[in-house]
């Protein structure tokens, strides 16, 4: 071994800053000295986990923080410390607020993501967040520089009830709006509002007040002589006179804790002194100011105002009188411009395009079409025009408050504008596309309101964050016309998916993943390459399905969009694992598809979503209990989120049932067959899933021996399956009235029952392993019935099928092999039956030994072994199959051991 | 480049109530990287004991070391931090451990590396059990196959020998990346975004990697064992399948 490296040079190396000959070195003196090689990881875990455990150091002018120049310190308070800064790039004056370390990970993440949900609220009457950054493990908030003067110097001088009340209706609007973005300030008080010199306020340090090392909020404080007393500088979270009686105690508080925090400014600012002490002025206000401070004032949370909006439309009533024109002509001056004032005054609004612009996509033509289309299914519309209409509606909310913002407001980047007229361009031609599709009508209607539920959110334009990192679109007209193009194409594709129209949606969408990649614009290409994938999975040819799924994630990484890196990663790990069947890799890919969705502030359906594909990939592996876990994970997120799309739930509920099954878990297998029956009939658009909702039940029900029920559930069942016309839900009722049959003892009924399941089956497009099965439960029943010599031929084929479709060593036909082996045995074809159970020995043998789902089959190999002298082996096949069984079956298996085991 | 002086101001600054001469700082930047000139200044009055230096230093570096947390108990790392002080302020014969800092990464970082190699050495000499899997390959073989069931473990401790050496032979086949790949993944538990990060690629690419290197290891195992084990190949097939089992399902972490 030689000698060890030098710290020095282990820590050149991880951060690949040594030349090739030296890293090489490094590198094969890594593969000797375990030492050295641990150093190396233990670095390159220091890299990603930083440890926040720095005293503060204030900052000097000049120093650097990133890319910008410190100037001064200009505050300090609970959170951290305020400096003056000089941004470079932008050559533009920023406050910087440097975050007091957080405690830990934890805290700090919570730190960054209010920061940045404050980033994305662009509000005229709220400090705009430029964003935030992380230095090492220092993390600060770049703030806009404000000129002007906070609300309690500024009420130093004389001021009127009037200019008092307009000041705190504008703060109260910051309020309002950060409430809706989820963010509550819980530091609210004169200091944190600006007024600028034009008059406009803004409410600074949203969210930041929380103690470190906690999350709720603070009682950790000051209790300062006098409010008047309150500077910058001192460790107070959360200023205590301004506390409604919630948060002094510690306790859980939410945003109507701003309103007592308001209200003790108001009546502060207004009075001279808080309401606790004795009032040094007397202001002309009315009983409605009264009212409103003595309100938002209560004690119980509950009993004040509902929320911002309610207290301010009973301040604006107060102000009313004196307002009339003085309001829009003050506004206007603020805003400094004349052509502003006079759009205000009843001129011409700049933005008011949106309604005309979207009534193309869906306006009267298209909903007379969608009607029509309707009426000819025989259906009413309503829901569906109901629908769309709402989603037209929000979308011209949006696109207003968007051209608004930079256009009238003057708050937003032309940049940022741009980009949310791209989104909502986007959104506008799903719409577009949607309704085109159902206009053109069809059998697909039936899904129509799962493709409407599936419209990509309008609200997603409003993330500005979201928006801005993702790779900027092409500037030249010419190219922005084509990509507006193929997203109008894209967008038919997405629709015609929804609505299960594959053969038409299938050679669009590999035209629009060409010309996306010709454009070369990665986000769309990425969104492309995931509606590609959406549509193979419909079809029975597996590879494309990866491929696809490779090149998305290849795009997404280079469209720098985390979202769509999340869902490419999530999107790969479930197809490898679950159409690929290669659940291994696929837990792997589902790892790194993990960490890119766990560093998502708002991930939304994605958790669930990997809880879903996990699910899937235990359930492949034969591991029904930790599958289960994973599937309630994902309902818990499912069940409290308004987007989940109709029919997941039902779906999960029914793997969940089917699982539990497996386990032998018949009550439980029941309880959530009957809960996705019972989601199924619920949903209005359901008649696609209950039958195989119900099927699920009867399976339930027959594992329990309550034939009867499970004959009922059945019947409705296959009555509602035909009635789709989906050979593969026939198919699917046929195979569980055969089991039926079988397990009640009618073994002439079980076996009609599945020549009629192989007839209906075999009808389906190769590869078509459903066919096989078919077979292997008719050979298996024909072999109970003593009829070997069909039962082999039978099941010969259907083995030979499964290994055609390369499930050599798929664990579900595992069952179907045994019963061959038997059936070979019993036709003295020793030559065939030995190396057939070597085989499925050896897939058995791979498998998790604690697998409930594998106790029977194991118990089968175990006699069958027995029977072809493989004592030893046998008696350690079906003690492994004890240890997992339950019920019946361990009685069954254990008879059996004590039987055998003594005679080995 | 900010000039000697301006390094130097700001390097007081960073550390109030440090005080190093000029003269000492200016010699002590030559053959130094200069990025990292506040850290060098903080190492340099280490080394030459001015006052308070070594109070500042652990007070800042030290609360880091918890991260030393996965090797042992908070009495392991005080022993840690002991031997630390010992050899960065003193040295073991006279040389203090920080004249080696040369500034070529953060201090933190750089200390990160010394006080894993100190655990190291202190976990040798207490001769801890749980430090013994994580030194040699041994720990690559010995994830755990116990839970797999009493045939296969039956088989294992049967054919142990013959196993370890066998894998041995196979991980020697693989090239000295694929081999540091699999130690790093499976027995220092770093992560795909880790890996990635330090051999600057991409996740992809080293999930790739990884399942290439061990579909070799396998491969190559089971081609010395057939030849040496007069084991069925159905028992064979199933022993490997275990460890393959374990390997990409377990070792990943998290389940």
Redesign the interface.
Known sequence: MSACFTEDMLLSFSEQKLSDADASAVSAHLDGCSDCRIIVSELARGQTEAHVNEPERPLVRGSALGRYLVLEQIGAGGMGVVYAAYDPDLDRRVALKLLRHAGGEKQRARLVREARAMARLSHPNVAPVFGVETLGDRVFVVMEFIVGENARRWAREERTAAEVLDVFVQAGRGLEAAHHAGIVHRDFKPDNMMVRPNGRVSVLDFGLARPAGEGAPGVEVERPASPSSLTETGTVMGTFAYMPPEQRLGLPTDARADQYAFCVSLHEVLYGAPPTEAPKRTPKVGAVVTRVLARGLQPDAAARFPDMQALLVELERARAPARRWGWAVAAAAALGSVAVAGALLGGAEPCAGGEAEVARAWGTEQREAVARAFAAGGTSPDAIRAALDGYRAKWVGAQREACEATRVKGVQSEELLDRRMLCLGARKAALGATARALASGGPSLQRAPLAVAQLPLIDDCADARWLLEAVPPPSDAATRAKLAEVRERLATVNALTELGRVDEGTPLAAAVVAEARQLGYAPLLAEALESQVDLLRWGLETTPIEVAAWHGVQAALQSRDDRLQARAWLNLGDVVGTIMRRPAEGHHLLDVAKTAIDALEAPGLLEAGWYRSTGKLLEIEGDAEAAIASFHQALERYSSDPRTPRGVETWVWRRIAINHQWARQHDLAETAARKAVELAEKDVTGASQLDIALSTLADALRSKHDYEGARSTLARSLALSRKSGSTRRVAINLMTLGELERDAGDLARAEDWFLQLAACAEQLPDPNPYFAQALGLLGSVQLLRKDTATAVRTLTKSVSLFDRFGLQNDLETVPFRLSLVEAELAAAERALAEPRLEHVLGVLGAAKADAKVLAQPRFHAARLAWQTGKRPLAVQLATTALAASAGEEHGEISDWLSKHAAGR | MASLDEQFA?AQ??W?GVELAREDFEAWLEGRDAKHADELYLACACVKGVPRAHETFE??YF??L??LGRFGSDAFIDDVKQELRQRLFFGVNGKPKLE???G???L???L???A??VA??LKRTHNDERFAS???DDGLFELPLD??????GHMKEHYRAEFKKAFAEALATLD??A??YL??YYL????????A????S???TV?RRL?AARAKLLEATRAVLSQRLKV???EL??IL??I??RL??DA?G??
Request: no cysteine; charged share 30%.
């Open positions: 700001k600054s960073a109030p007070a800042r609360g880091d918890r991260s080696e800092y040369g070529k990464g953060a933190k970082q750089w990160a590396a010394v894993t190699r190291l050495n994580l030194d040699g839970e797999a069931g009493p045939e296969l000295v990346e081999r540091t130690r790093q220092d538990g770093l992560g795909l975004v880790q890996l990060k330090l051999y600057g991409s996740a992809p999930s399942s069925t190949k159905v097939e199933s399948r275990l393959e089992s990409s399902a990943l998290g389940r």
